[in-house]
Structure formats: C-alpha cells, structure tokens
C-alpha cells in the first residue's frame, strides 16, 4: 500500500542542517518515528511530507531538498515544504508551499490512503493540496487538540482550531 504521512516530523536532514534539537527528542516525534518504522516494516512504501519548521531564526530561506531518510526498518522519501527562517512568517509560509506541495505530490505520488498527524493549519493545507488532485481515504492520527497547552498571545493555535474541525471533517479514520 503506498501511504502519504503529513505531519511535524523533524527528519535526520532537517536536524543536521538546521541544529534544532527542539521537540527531537520528545514523546511526539517518538510516536511519528515509530509509526513511520512500523509502516516501513508492514512493507508499505511510504513518502513523508513533514511540516515542521526550525524554531530558530535566520536570515534566508529554510529549505531541504527531497531525500531518502533511512530507518532500521526500511527506507522513505521525505519532501519538505520550503519557508523562511523568521516566525511568525515561517509558520504561516509553510501553510502555502505545505499546500502547493500536496498538490504537486499527488501528480507523481499515486497514495493509497494519507495519514495526518494532528491536523494542524500546515497539515490540512497540505492534505488539501494532495485531495484537491487526489481524493484518497485519510486516517487522522491526533496526539493534541488545538488549545491543550496555554500559548499566550500566539496566535497559531487559533488559526490550528480554525483549521481543525476541516481535518476531521475529511478524515475516514
């Protein structure tokens, strides 16, 4: 089965190229690294379009070439959403290119079914992006809700609620 995964994992290219250690070694980056390898070993072929974005600032683009990310349990094609180095501009870029590269995905990536990670503002542009071209089953895989954690005046949890209930509204699972 060929299976699309759209969420915030940081690949080992993004770690190397951007020395971001932030959330790498949490129990969500965990969790998306464990159900990558078991996909891998289940002997689906599986192309990972990650969201996460550096939370340090620069000056420039932050942008990683297509790559293979290699596990113990097999080996995948990760496609990053190009953006820039400055929040909050980064975030709310990488919902557009997140967007424009779902739908450029699904002219060369014939997936069987898409699996999102938390249907975040980035995530569900990216699988809109993909079904726009694509319609496929969608599985939402959910690990928080919008406003579990108190972020301040930060705005993008509310523009994450905002785009929620449409993720839930397209998944199937």
Not at 107 to 131: C, H, M, P, Q, W
């Given at each position: 089965m060929?299976?699309?995964?759209?969420?915030?994992?940081?690949?080992?290219?993004?770690?190397?190229?951007?020395?971001?250690?932030?959330?790498?070694?949490?129990?969500?980056?965990?969790?998306?690294?464990?159900?990558?390898?078991?996909?891998?070993?289940?002997?689906?072929?599986?192309?990972?379009l990650?969201?996460?974005?550096?939370?340090?600032?620069?000056?420039?683009?932050?942008?990683?070439?297509?790559?293979?990310?290699?596990?113990?349990?097999?080996?995948?094609?990760?496609?990053?959403?190009?953006?820039?180095?400055?929040?909050p501009?980064?975030?709310?870029?990488?919902?557009?290119?997140?967007?424009?590269?779902?739908?450029?995905?699904a002219?060369?990536?014939?997936?069987?079914?898409?699996?999102?990670?938390?249907?975040?503002?980035?995530?569900?542009?990216?699988?809109?992006?993909?079904?726009?071209?694509?319609?496929?089953?969608?599985?939402?895989?959910?690990?928080?809700?919008?406003?579990?954690?108190?972020?301040?005046?930060n705005?993008?949890?509310?523009?994450d609620?905002?785009?929620?209930?449409?993720?839930?509204?397209?998944?199937?699972?």
């Open positions: 060929n299976i699309l995964f759209i969420g915030p994992y940081k690949t080992q290219a993004f770690n190397q190229r951007y020395n971001d250690p932030f959330f790498s070694g949490l129990g969500g980056q965990r969790k998306k690294q464990m159900v990558l390898q078991a996909l891998l070993k289940g002997g689906h072929r599986v192309e990972l990650p969201t996460a974005i550096t939370h340090q600032n620069f000056a420039g683009w932050q942008c990683i070439p297509t790559h293979d990310e290699r596990f113990p349990t097999g080996t995948l094609r990760a496609h990053h959403a190009p953006t820039v180095g400055t929040k501009f980064s975030g709310l870029l990488s919902c557009y290119t997140s967007w424009r590269l779902g739908a450029h995905l002219k060369s990536f014939r997936a069987d079914a898409v699996i999102v990670y938390n249907g975040t503002l980035a995530e569900t542009f990216a699988l809109l992006g993909y079904l726009a071209r694509r319609p496929v089953p969608v599985a939402l895989e959910l690990d928080d809700l919008p406003m579990a954690r108190k972020r301040g005046l705005p993008k949890p509310r523009l609620l905002w785009s929620f209930p449409k993720a839930v509204a397209l998944a199937q699972a």
